[in-house]
């Protein structure tokens, strides 16, 4: 801003409405505010209307200071909720910079508890937007409750007109909620009052400013007397707007008189202005110490009460001191104001930079909302990923306060929006935990149904079926989790306990078997052949029956069978037989120790072994055989040739003995 000083006509001695309004918009600003004192202090013509304006202005200046005051409040004369509005509205810039608390993840207690807080440590007239976020949010969850007792109530054939739902929650949220409306409302009831107090204080100034006109005292007591007036109405507070312009332009013309009054005694007067030169020096000095000053934001506070204090509590000086003191203070200003503005610059670049990382931020926290995996772990995994970002927005910092709403409001929807979801999804798998509470109750009525039952072949496959069922149902709610799981775990023991009893009867006699076969199988060690063939296999066979008609053994000992095959590999090793002869012998001792065990299912699949091993053997033969077509001009002689013969010969001879066990095993499954 230029230093140039302007010159503007005089001022008429009067002030008005406009003129009130225009001073209140410069001192808005303090560079606006060097302007105005600039033209303040031009030189007119008549010394005498110039000391009058500018003492009737600075005055102006004063008065007007507290209308911005007056404004804030003065609504509380007319409507309490407007009062309540212009406080709430300047709170609401807090909400930003702190973080605002996510009370919808609160559960309806927590919110109770929140609320408590609020109402024992903060003022109620900052109260207003998180005491209707939590009521918002406690009377949804409320309502959610309601909703879906109201569907319990009508599928258990009631009627909608008999229906009624309430909780303790709810009856101590409300006696809360009723705390804090008639703390409001008392509040801005003693607001209403303290105006209506300050404005009869300031009509009672009025009336003493208006007698010392006629004070019988000499002009020192009556100045005195004058400042005690103005200091007292500095100090008045705030009055109803619409008293505002009234009391005011009385006020003015009052003081306009009591200066055409003082006037008459100019001797006085350059006193005054010895002590408010005086003063307005030490002004400028503490000035030029704050141009020193690092931390920027603290200096320019302090400056602006400095000015404050020229232009309200200091009044006008000399004409031949009045542009070199201002200039001063003029200088010492502009210093100031050029670090603020370059401070101020710098951050701004770097509230633009935060505003991009919580654009980020907020368009990872939409990412995390639309991608995430629908199940608890998925769920639980964006939870933690969007409380993450969310620490990181908070730290983030402030950003340019013309985009400080709209960042705000987007940050608030997407984390709306998440636990929107997250509540959705979560309210979803609660009723689908309800119906897997009924199925698993169908799976205990099923259980404890059968449990005593002796038909053991057909239930005890039942039994193992709805085992498995229960795994695949899913969870059902936690509260009922223990309880059914008892029931049916209950039911299955005492069912298998009884299976268990019953075999394990059985298993004494399978034992009595093993302790046989195993005396049989030490005996085998000591098994002598005779050298004559046919007399050796039919004693081998006769062992084989033997072992055969002892019975099963306990199915935790059937490793002896591999033992007593092992000890039949060795004397048949002895023996001189054929291997087709050999192989059909020992496959009649497996195939006799798989139908001992009365499992069709093992002989199934060694019949569809065997079964395979034919084909196989049968395509090797083909195969072979159209390979001898290749060597049709050749010796037959030739080592090929014979080696595809040898090989063909020995697959023969192996079909026969997959033929031979199949025939068999066939006989075995009739």
């Known amino acids: 801003m230029s ?10 001695k009067k002030s008005t409405p406009e003129k009130i309004q225009t001073t209140k918009a410069v001192i808005e600003d303090p560079l606006e505010e060097i302007v105005e004192a600039q033209e303040e202090t031009s030189i007119v013509k008549s010394e005498v209307i110039s000391d009058e304006v500018e003492t009737v202005k600075e005055d102006t200046v004063k008065s007007n200071d507290n209308l911005d005051a007056d404004v804030l409040v003065a609504d509380a004369s007319e409507d309490e909720d407007e009062v309540a509005s212009s406080d709430d509205d300047e709170h609401e810039e807090d909400v930003e910079e702190k973080g ?35 009521r918002t949010e406690f009377n949804s969850k409320f309502q959610d409750k309601l909703t879906h007792k109201k569907e319990e109530f009508l599928a258990g054939g009631g009627n909608i007109i008999d229906f009624h739902y309430s909780t303790p929650d709810k009856k101590e949220f409300n006696s809360l909620y009723f705390d804090y409306k008639e703390k409001r409302n008392a509040y801005y ?42 200091e ?45 030169l005086e003063q307005k020096l030490k002004l400028i000095v503490r000035a030029e110490e704050l141009a020193q000053e690092q931390n ?31 200039d001063k203070f003029s200088e010492a200003t502009k210093i100031i104001h050029d670090k603020r503005f370059e401070s101020l610059k710098e951050l701004e670049a770097a509230f633009e930079d935060n505003y991009k990382i919580k654009k980020d931020l907020i368009s990872q926290i939409q990412t995390v909302v639309t991608s995430v995996k629908p199940s608890h772990q998925g769920w639980q995994n964006a939870i933690k990923k969007v409380q993450e970002l969310r620490d990181i927005y908070f730290e983030t910092g402030k950003v340019p306060r013309t985009k400080k709403k ?56 039942l039994m193992k079926k709805i085992q498995n069922d229960w795994r695949t149902i899913g969870h059902v709610p936690r509260k009922d989790s223990d309880k059914i799981w008892k029931k049916f775990k209950g039911a299955c023991n005492h069912y298998f306990d009884r299976l268990h009893a019953q075999k394990d009867e059985a298993n004494k006699e399978d034992l009595v078997h093993y302790e046989t076969k195993k005396t049989m199988l030490d005996g085998l060690s000591s098994f002598e052949l005779t050298g004559d063939h046919k007399v050796d296999i039919a004693a081998i066979k006769t062992k084989i029956n033997d072992w055969k008609g002892i019975g099963r053994v306990p199915h935790s000992k059937r490793n002896i069978e591999q033992e007593f095959n092992k000890a039949l590999d060795g004397l048949f090793g002895k023996l001189d037989l054929g291997k087709k002869e050999t192989e059909l012998i020992k496959f009649e001792n497996k195939l006799s120790s798989m139908v001992s065990q009365e499992d069709d299912r093992k002989l199934q699949n060694e019949q569809f072994y065997i079964s395979k091993k034919i084909e196989e053997s049968k395509n090797e033969i083909r195969q072979l055989e159209n390979n001898l077509g290749f060597f049709k001009h050749v010796d037959e002689k030739n080592p090929m040739v014979k080696d595809v013969h040898t090989n063909i010969a020995r697959h023969k001879e192996q079909l026969d003995v997959w033929k031979s066990k199949l025939s068999k095993i066939r006989a075995a499954r009739k």
Do not use: C
Not at 310 to 319: F, L, R, S, T
């Open 3 to 12: 230093d140039e000083k302007t010159s503007k006509p005089v001022e008429p």
């Open 100 to 134: 605002q608390k996510d009370y919808h993840s609160l559960s309806p207690k927590e919110l109770i508890s929140e609320l408590q807080q609020l109402l024992k440590s903060m003022p109620v007239k900052e109260l207003k937007h998180d005491v209707e976020e939590i």
């Open 189 to 230: 009831k003693t607001l209403k009052n303290d105006l209506q107090a300050n404005f009869n204080k300031r009509n009672e100034l009025i009336e003493e400013l208006k007698g010392l006109l006629n004070a019988e005292e000499n002009i020192n007591t009556t100045y005195k007397h004058f400042k005690e007036i103005q």
């Open 232 to 276: 007292k109405w500095h100090q008045a507070g705030a009055i109803p707007r619409d008293k505002y312009n009234t009391v005011w332009n009385t006020y003015h013309h009052h003081v306009e008189n009591f200066y055409d009054f003082l006037h008459l005694n100019r001797e006085f007067r350059d006193l005054d202005f010895k002590h408010n």
């Open 296 to 326: 920027i934001n603290k200096a320019f506070r302090e400056l602006q009460m400095l000015h404050k204090m020229w232009k309200e509590e200091i009044g006008p000086v000399a004409k031949e001191y009045r542009d070199s003191v201002w």
């Open 406 to 461: 709209e960042v705000w409001n987007e940050f608030k929807e997407i984390t709306r929006a998440f636990n929107h979801e997250k509540n959705s999804f979560y309210k979803n798998q609660k009723k689908e935990q309800y119906t897997n509470l009924e199925k698993k109750q169908e799976l205990i009525h099923i259980a404890d149904e059968n449990k005593d039952s002796d038909d053991f072949d057909v239930v005890t496959p």
